[in-house]
């Protein structure tokens, strides 16, 4: 199985390497956005870049003729409050999070293998409000519609199963990290009461590890979701 994955210099893009890598008879390809991580393997890709979407997409077809998953999981997040969130802000996280990988989709589109699998990591954000969070809230959502309009166009006619994640936030990434650090910074808590506070809103009380959610993906698509549940969206307990 060819598999690519975005975003696999760390969290969960590199939990996802891992798992896929060590599958058998898998063959990964993964991105980042550092240019000193580009091997053989591993390409570099910046998702705010049209022709830097388009020149990864070449480097794969250049190496495979056919892809059996794209697992579209780079992304980014910064907090702000609504009046500081310029437009500027807006259409960078909205680039990143939404309309780069669609770009990603349609120019990979013509080596991806019929029956495949194209698996979008979003976030709860796509539908759960958050304070200070309007760009990166609203490029989730715009994503999450663009996974279920997607699946109406791509699925009966080209076969391609496309499936949504949803994971709440994940222990022990950067992302969550960097979050962590804004939070407390713009609302002048603790770093205790952030934690307090996010294992309040939490269906588990815990984050969730991202080897968890590298797992799950590596289910879905090895079990192959069956085409009814093509456009499907699915909410990590977290």
Known sequence: MKVVITGTSSGLGQALWDVFERGTPNLVIGSTH????????????????????????????????KIDVLINNAGVNCIAPFMQQSPEFLRDMMQVNCFGPIQLIQDLFPVLAPNGRIVNVISDASWRPMRHSLAYNCSKAAFAMATKQMARELTKPCGLGIIGVNPGKMSGTHMSKFIDEQVCTLRGWT????????????VTGRELP?????????????????????????DLAG
């Open 34 to 65: 550092y240019r000193e991580h580009v091997d053989e393997d591993q390409y570099y890709l910046d998702l705010r870049d049209s022709e830097s979407i388009r020149q990864f997409a070449d480097q794969v077809q250049r190496r495979w003729d």
């Open 191 to 202: 770093p205790e009461q952030a934690r307090e506070y996010a294992e309040a809103n939490s």
């Open 210 to 234: 991202p080897l968890m959610v590298a797992k799950l993906i590596e289910a879905i698509v090895v079990n192959k979701v069956p085409h009814y549940a093509s456009g499907a969206i699915m």
